[in-house]
Every structure is written in structure tokens, then in C-alpha cells.
């Protein structure tokens, strides 16, 4: 159990099991089993499945699985929306005391593990960026690459150029547009300080190994494909400068479509980041000690659930 929850024994307090993992290790229809189990519903904490326009890239559960399941942060939003993780702490709490209205459990499922942590634990307030310096940090990116990036960020944030991602673009340019816009690091918003939940939270973990997650993934990517992933990001063209669109399955695309990348090294390279992503949701997902691990299968995932006695 999260130490940020309630006591089990409490008479009265509800549970929410959270499913996390690495993209591809079966993480929907085992959110469903465990719905279906409960008779309850589902908060998705995925970044990108919550966006209308994006479908096929970002495996977003079928028609058939959401008819099984009610599921809430599914195409909630546009992709021209300010979605981040404090948006979805807020949007997350407030379902999930919906759903505790007529359920005394509720299911939370997903990959990006700053939401997760965001909805557990809460997290720290996000200090207000002047849009203009935000514009001027996107537009240098575009113009200049990762590199420039980093160099703002070593000569305006030092302290975070040495304890921060320093290879991520988004992390950097956040970095650098809190020191722009309020004169502080960013590290020093950073408290760490958890909230308490009046709710029991147990975490579950799906793993599979390696060899068999890779295989997954790339038949994922196939598969994808064949739906006519192409066709969606064709679609979605005039708008890829968008943060919603920084995502795997669609940059790789955007170059096939605009660069000189072939389809077949586009669709390869999707591979390869899609396994570096899932390498990186393990190795966050792996510093949380209340996650109990085991393999995609309902009744292991149920035996772990059992052991804090739900009913």
C-alpha cells in the first residue's frame, strides 16, 4: 500500500489500484480484467491517449474495449490543449471520486509515470511561464537543435544542467522558460513533499522480459501500421509542431513524410524508440518501492491485489 494512503483497516475508505508498465506489456486489457473484476471503471494515466486526434499511434483501446469498460481521460482533450500533469492530477481526483460515488474501487492505468506520480502523490506547483518566453524557447529549438538547448540551459540554469535530463527536450526547455520567466531553478520547485490521499492506493507493476516485450513492441508497430498509421498522421501534417505531436509513431512519420527518411527506416526507427521508450518507463517505474511486480496475467495480478484484502 502507497504510504501516502489511508490505513487498509479504515471502515469506509475506498481503494484504487494503479496499473503501471512499459508500453506494449499489456496494460489495457489487464485494466480491463481487473474493471470487469471489481465491476468499476477506469482512469487512464496516459499523456497522449487522452488527445482526440491522436488514435492508431498511440494504441489507444478499441470501440469494443471501451463499451466493456467506462474509461475517463480517453480523447478528453484536444491536441491543441495545454495538457500536462498537474491538469491531470486535477482531472484524475475528481473522477475517481466520481467513480467512488458507486464503487469502492476504481482502476488507474498507464505508462507515463509522471502522471502516475502526480495522481499517488501529488506534485509541486507549477510556477506561471510567460508565453513569450515560452514561444522564444520553442522557436530557438526548432531553429538551433538540442545542443543550443543545452547551452541556454548550462548558462541560465547550472544547477539543473548538472542534477537534471539534460537530454530531453522537454525537460530542458522547461527548465529554461521557469529560470526565464521567474528567476528561480526549477530544481527549487521541486520539494518532493507527498500529499496524502484519503483514499488506499495499491500499485501494480506488469513486466515481461526483455525479449518478449521487444517482440511485442514490434509486432505493435506493425500492426499499427497496417491500420493505416500513415493515413493518421498525414492527417495531423500542419500541426506537428505541436507538443501533443513530440511523441513516437508520429515524429518518425513527420521525417518520412517531410525529409529524407524511407518509410521502412521511419518504421524502424519507430521500433527503436518505442523499445528506448520502454526501457526509460522501466527505469522510473522501478525506483517506486510500493509497486508490486509481476506478469500480465489476471490471476497473478489478482493474488497481489488480494494480499491487501480488497473484496
Given at each position: 500500500m502507497?504510504?501516502?494512503?489511508?490505513?487498509?483497516?479504515?471502515?469506509?475508505?475506498?481503494?484504487?489500484i494503479?496499473?503501471?508498465?512499459?508500453?506494449?506489456?499489456?496494460?489495457?486489457?489487464l485494466?480491463?480484467?481487473?474493471?470487469?473484476?471489481?465491476h468499476?471503471?477506469?482512469?487512464?494515466?496516459?499523456?497522449?491517449?487522452?488527445?482526440?486526434?491522436?488514435?492508431?499511434g498511440?494504441?489507444?483501446?478499441?470501440?469494443?474495449?471501451?463499451n466493456?469498460v467506462?474509461?475517463?481521460?480517453?480523447?478528453?482533450?484536444?491536441?491543441?490543449a495545454?495538457?500536462?500533469?498537474?491538469?491531470?492530477?486535477?482531472?484524475?481526483?475528481?473522477?475517481?471520486?466520481?467513480?467512488?460515488?458507486?464503487?469502492d474501487?476504481?482502476v488507474?492505468?498507464?505508462?507515463?509515470?509522471?502522471?502516475?506520480?502526480?495522481?499517488?502523490?501529488?506534485?509541486?506547483?507549477?510556477?506561471?511561464?510567460?508565453?513569450?518566453?515560452?514561444?522564444?524557447i520553442?522557436?530557438?529549438?526548432?531553429?538551433?537543435?538540442?545542443?543550443?538547448?543545452q547551452?541556454?540551459?548550462?548558462?541560465?540554469?547550472?544547477?539543473?544542467?548538472?542534477?537534471?535530463?539534460?537530454?530531453?527536450?522537454?525537460?530542458?526547455?522547461?527548465?529554461?522558460?521557469?529560470?526565464?520567466?521567474?528567476?528561480?531553478?526549477?530544481?527549487?520547485?521541486?520539494?518532493?513533499?507527498?500529499?496524502?490521499?484519503?483514499?488506499n492506493i495499491?500499485?501494480?507493476?506488469l513486466?515481461?522480459?526483455?525479449?518478449q516485450?521487444n517482440?511485442?513492441?514490434?509486432?505493435?508497430?506493425?500492426?499499427?501500421?497496417?491500420r493505416?498509421?500513415?493515413?493518421?498522421?498525414?492527417?495531423?501534417?500542419?500541426?506537428?509542431?505541436?507538443?501533443?505531436?513530440?511523441?513516437?509513431?508520429?515524429?518518425?512519420?513527420?521525417?518520412?513524410?517531410?525529409?529524407?527518411?524511407s518509410?521502412?527506416?521511419?518504421?524502424?526507427?519507430?521500433?527503436?524508440?518505442?523499445r528506448?521508450?520502454?526501457?526509460?518507463?522501466?527505469?522510473?517505474?522501478?525506483?517506486?518501492?510500493?509497486?508490486?511486480?509481476c506478469?500480465?496475467?489476471?490471476?497473478?495480478?489478482?493474488?497481489?491485489?488480494n494480499q491487501?484484502?480488497?473484496?
Open positions: 502507497d504510504k501516502t494512503s489511508a490505513p487498509l483497516g479504515d471502515r469506509g475508505i475506498k481503494t484504487c494503479v496499473i503501471v508498465g512499459p508500453t506494449a506489456v499489456g496494460k489495457t486489457s485494466a480491463i480484467e481487473v474493471a470487469q473484476h471489481f468499476t471503471e477506469i482512469i487512464s494515466a496516459d499523456s497522449r491517449q487522452c488527445f482526440r486526434e491522436l488514435n492508431i498511440v494504441a489507444k483501446p478499441s470501440a469494443e474495449e471501451l466493456l467506462k474509461h475517463y481521460f480517453i480523447s478528453s482533450h484536444s491536441i491543441e495545454d495538457v500536462n500533469a498537474a491538469v491531470f492530477e486535477q482531472y484524475a481526483l475528481e473522477k475517481v471520486n466520481e467513480i467512488f460515488r458507486h464503487h474501487v476504481a488507474v492505468v498507464g505508462g507515463t509515470g509522471l502522471y502516475v506520480k502526480a495522481f499517488c502523490q501529488g506534485i509541486d506547483e507549477v510556477p506561471v511561464i510567460d508565453p513569450a518566453i515560452r514561444k522564444n520553442i522557436v530557438g529549438y526548432e531553429a538551433e537543435g538540442l545542443e543550443w538547448l547551452k541556454q540551459v548550462e548558462k541560465n540554469d547550472p544547477v539543473y544542467y548538472l542534477n537534471g535530463e539534460i537530454k530531453n527536450p522537454q525537460r530542458l526547455m522547461r527548465a529554461l522558460e521557469v529560470k526565464l520567466s521567474t528567476g528561480r531553478s526549477i530544481m527549487l520547485f521541486q520539494t518532493q513533499q507527498k500529499k496524502k490521499r484519503n483514499f495499491i500499485r501494480i507493476g513486466q515481461l522480459p526483455k525479449e516485450l517482440e511485442n513492441i514490434n509486432k505493435r508497430v506493425d500492426a499499427m501500421i497496417q493505416g498509421l500513415l493515413d493518421e498522421v498525414k492527417l495531423l501534417l500542419p500541426y506537428q509542431k505541436l507538443n501533443a505531436l513530440q511523441t513516437v509513431g508520429y515524429r518518425e512519420l513527420f521525417g518520412y513524410l517531410e525529409g529524407p527518411l518509410l521502412d527506416d521511419a518504421i524502424g526507427m519507430i521500433k527503436l524508440n518505442t528506448q521508450y520502454a526501457k526509460r518507463q522501466m527505469t522510473w517505474f522501478r525506483k517506486d518501492t510500493e509497486i508490486k511486480w506478469e500480465p496475467e489476471i490471476a497473478l495480478v489478482l493474488a497481489q491485489i491487501f484484502n480488497i473484496t
